[in-house]
């Protein structure tokens, strides 16, 4: 089992420019969540996924971030307008039931 | 929404030593969970916790998941050079399947030689 797998690792931009950050669950897990880390805030959860449906965004900072999940094997979180407060560490987990959390690797967002 | 409250923020250690820290909700949780996280890489499960009181050890961790369902905590005993790291508890309240956690701010672990 590869795990839950994030691209790209790394992510320098610049301020306005359009980010995309990708992600592809464990094959079989039906929930889908993707956090942001910073230092000042932590881990913090911005939308999840059931079975490919947004259940709950209300952790989406504004309306410059918005993700999507196609079909059970991807999910992309996309910035557009990028600005410099969204640099941090995103990560991707994949659930089949409750507890069972798998994080990716991440993807560090630096925004100049 | 839902604050964790862990502690301590930090721990500088001898190797050797047993670790404990905790975490206190202002809401009740059903699933505790307690992550380690290694520089550059996402948090991993050490220990899942599904019922009020229930004690579960894994290897030379221990954690508990307190009556009240506001509070757990993680127990190392003699630390090794690999347990530093940044340990993060997390709750989950679901009616059914999973519906994200709320995580603690973590508990930085240094050990030093």
């Known amino acids: 089992d590869a795990g839950v797998i994030q691209s790209p690792r790394h992510e320098v931009t610049e301020m306005g420019q359009e980010v995309t950050l990708r992600c592809k669950p464990i094959?079989?897990?039906?929930?889908l969540f993707w956090y942001r880390q910073t230092m000042m805030r932590g881990l913090e959860l911005l939308i999840y996924?059931?079975?490919?449906?947004?259940?709950?965004d209300s952790g989406m900072p504004e309306d410059r971030f918005s993700a999507k999940m196609p079909n059970a094997s991807f999910s992309t979180l996309k910035i557009q307008p990028s600005e410099p407060r969204d640099s941090a560490v995103y990560f991707c987990?994949?659930?089949?039931?409750?507890?069972?959390?798998?994080f990716g690797s991440g993807t560090r967002l630096t925004v100049v | 929404g839902q604050q964790l409250n862990q502690s301590p923020q930090s721990m500088f250690i001898q190797e050797g030593e047993d670790v404990s820290m905790n975490c206190t909700s202002s809401s009740i949780f059903n699933t505790w969970l307690w992550y380690k996280q290694d520089p550059g890489e996402g948090p991993v499960l050490l220990i899942a916790l599904y019922k009020a009181g229930e004690l579960t050890s894994n290897g030379r961790l221990t954690a508990q998941f307190g009556i009240t369902r506001k509070d757990s905590f993680l127990n190392i005993s003699a630390s090794i050079p690999s347990d530093v790291g940044i340990y993060f508890c997390?709750?989950?309240?679901?009616?059914?399947?999973?519906?994200?956690?709320?995580f603690g701010k973590g508990t930085h672990l240094i050990i030093q030689p």
């Open positions: 987990a994949s659930s089949l039931w409750q507890g069972g959390y798998t």
């Open positions: 094959s079989g897990h039906n929930s």
């Open positions: 997390a709750g989950e309240y679901s009616g059914g399947g999973a519906d994200g956690l709320t």
């Open positions: 996924f059931n079975n490919n449906v947004p259940i709950d």
